[in-house]
């Protein structure tokens, strides 16, 4: 079993930097993709940022050249640091990661971008 729990979230400007991490706990385990997603009030859950075990990353196009997700294999973590950040961003963001086949979802950390 794998706990996630998300945390960073938070009241930002317009413009401003948010820094999401998510920590994974559980037995002895290596995660393969760790992935953050975020829902947005009457929208559908989409993929923001997603980053394999060896590093590799994807994002959602409109976060390119402002979000960056990181991983720590060691500390079982990864990140996603926010900068340039719009109300378009708002939303509750979610940390997924797969391991063993299984996915496991955390609970959520609410971001909103507004002045």
């Known amino acids: 079993q794998v706990q996630l729990v998300e945390s960073g979230g938070g009241l930002v400007q317009p413009g401003g930097s948010l820094r999401l991490s998510c920590a994974a706990s559980?037995?002895?385990?290596?995660?393969?993709?760790m992935s953050w997603y975020r829902q947005a009030p009457g929208k559908q859950r989409e993929l923001v940022a997603a980053i394999t075990n060896d590093g590799n990353t994807n994002y959602l196009n409109s976060v390119k050249g402002r979000f960056t997700c990181s991983r720590d294999n060691a500390k079982k973590a990864v990140y996603l640091q926010m900068n340039s950040l719009k109300p378009e961003d708002t939303g509750v963001y979610y940390c997924?990661?797969?391991?063993?086949?299984?996915?496991?979802w955390g609970q959520g950390t609410q971001v909103t971008v507004s002045s």
């Open positions: 997924k990661a797969v391991t063993n086949l299984l996915i496991y």
């Open positions: 559980g037995s002895a385990f290596r995660i393969d993709t």
